[in-house]
């Protein structure tokens, strides 16, 4: 906005700036003039405007949140399942890789898991399940795992660590004493 001042002299655009950059909305911010002039040229009622607002934010949010999803899972690299040279991998069936690609066993709570020597593959359609874009579905929470079950970067738990006299501790699941 234009430094828009109102009969108090408050300024306008400054204050929006403020608090656009407070509630982290950086689409509003962008778009509120816009907004506003349309709003003014088509006599839309303060509620009108805020819904136009808000809306206008909201889908912003939905259109960037799979791709926070899919930085947030940390994924080594960007696959898809459409990707996999399955002329490479021959032993895998198409038809059970497409099947995993429903994600049934995801709302049948179920885990997938890709055993086999390295270069097979199984990074790859790890990758291309958790994918946050795949067409048609509800955006889920995924978290690459890398070896012993921990993300990348992560150091091990205490627990996975050496103990007293460089001996390791068992973990309290193992059975014995």
Same mark, same amino acid.
């Given at each position: ?24 909305? #950086? ?89 086999? #020597? ?33 993300? #990348?970067?992560?150091? #091990? ?21």
């Amino acid at each position: 906005m234009a430094s828009a001042k109102t009969g108090s002299g408050r300024n306008l655009a400054a204050e929006l700036a403020y608090l656009t950059r407070v509630l982290k909305a #950086p689409s509003l911010a962008a778009s509120v003039e816009r907004l506003a002039e349309r709003a003014r040229a088509e006599s839309w009622s303060h509620e009108e405007f805020l819904a136009a607002c808000l809306q206008r934010e909201v889908a912003a949010r939905e259109s960037h949140g799979g791709e926070a999803r899919i930085r947030a899972a940390r994924f080594p690299a960007r696959k898809g399942l459409e990707d996999f040279d399955f002329d490479h991998q021959r032993s895998l069936k198409r038809e059970v890789i497409a099947h995993l690609g429903t994600l049934d066993f995801v709302a049948a709570r179920e885990n997938v898991v890709f055993l086999g #020597p390295p270069g097979t593959g199984k990074t790859h359609l790890s990758i291309g399940l958790g994918d946050a874009r795949l067409p048609g579905r509800a955006p889920r929470r995924v978290r690459h795992r890398g070896r012993m079950g921990r993300p #990348p970067g992560r150091r #091990p738990h205490r627990r996975e660590t050496a103990g007293r006299a460089g001996q390791t501790r068992p973990h309290p699941g193992a059975g014995g004493r």
